[in-house]
């Protein structure tokens, strides 16, 4: 499993320019509000179209403007897991999960369906709608939903910025447990230190636009490869 990323997009007063590579593993993405984190998943799921570059998935292009290559969303091998959830509200639990399944048969989608809510603890809630069930479960089925339609990358915005405390650090345990059994890339946009710390192995630093370091979770927290990178990752004592 290889994601290579190495693209440019120009806005109106800002610049996202980023080059990664990652493999098997959770790579969180840290940065001040406005530093382009959201911009980064969005290039991947293709929502957004870089200027300039490559985003490739072992050396299969979803974008090389180069070759004229933008796969649309749907042709792209990703989950995405969204800050509010995005759940659908005319759809019951079991139809949101099944959302994204339209190419199976029928039988398949149930069967996939069936077994995401029974690996998620949600088997009595498929017939719910999402304002019947609390902000934790609101959050399986989103990712339950992520992992309906078997994606090479996971890509999760903050996922546990709408959940109080105590919950957010119970579903921390499940998403670490959920996410081990993944195989694929997962990025994980959040502001959140202690979060980044326990879930991902390694960490981008984005600052402007661009990645200010990245490498190992230790080594960005315990060392810092810059002063920004200090800040963004609560060292205190950076004078």
Known sequence: MSLQIDIMKKLQGFKLQVKLSCGREIV???GASGSGKSMLLNSVAGLVKPD???ILLDDVPFFDDAKKINLPPRSRRTGYLFQNYAMFPHLTVAENIAFGLGSLAKHEQQKRV???LER???VDMGKRYPSQISGGQQQRVALARALAVEPQILL???PFSALDEHLKSHMLKEMKESLSRFEGTTLFVTHNMAEAYYLCDRIVILNQGRVETFGERQEIFQRPA???AARITG???TA
Do not use: W
């Open 28 to 30: 969180g993405v840290l």
């Open 52 to 54: 300039k570059g490559k």
């Open 114 to 116: 069936a077994e995401l």
């Open 120 to 122: 998620f603890h949600l």
């Open 156 to 158: 999760l915005d903050e």
């Open 226 to 228: 810059s002063l920004a």
């Open 235 to 237: 060292c205190r004592n």
